[in-house]
């Protein structure tokens, strides 16, 4: 199984924020996860970012890989 950390949306139309979730690579975006590991939300000024740095750790430490985006957010 490859696993991976990205984000899953939530939220209205127009108005979404993201949780930062580990999950198998052939779900769908929105599909079941693993683990939620944080939140992102960019509607906030300034955006807001919650991650939990031990669980993100471990799963880097696993093989997980991170997307884009969520590299970006933890790069910060």
């Not at 939220?11 to 693993?34: C, E, L, M, N, P």
């Not at 031990?54 to 590299?71: D, P, T």
């Given at each position: 199984?490859?696993?991976?950390?990205?984000?899953?949306?939530?939220?209205?139309?127009?108005?979404?924020?993201?949780?930062?979730?580990?999950?198998?690579?052939?779900?769908?975006?929105?599909?079941?996860?693993?683990?939620?590991?944080?939140?992102?939300?960019p509607n906030t000024n300034p955006a807001t970012v919650k991650i939990d740095?031990?669980?993100?750790?471990?799963?880097?430490?696993?093989?997980?890989?991170?997307?884009?985006?969520?590299?970006?957010?933890?790069?910060?």
């Open positions: 199984m490859a696993t991976v950390v990205r984000l899953t949306r939530l939220g209205r139309h127009k108005s979404a924020f993201y949780r930062i979730v580990a999950t198998d690579s052939r779900k769908q975006r929105d599909g079941g996860w693993i683990e939620s590991i944080g939140y992102y939300n740095e031990e669980r993100l750790n471990y799963w880097k430490s696993v093989g997980a890989k991170l997307s884009e985006r969520v590299e970006k957010l933890t790069s910060k």
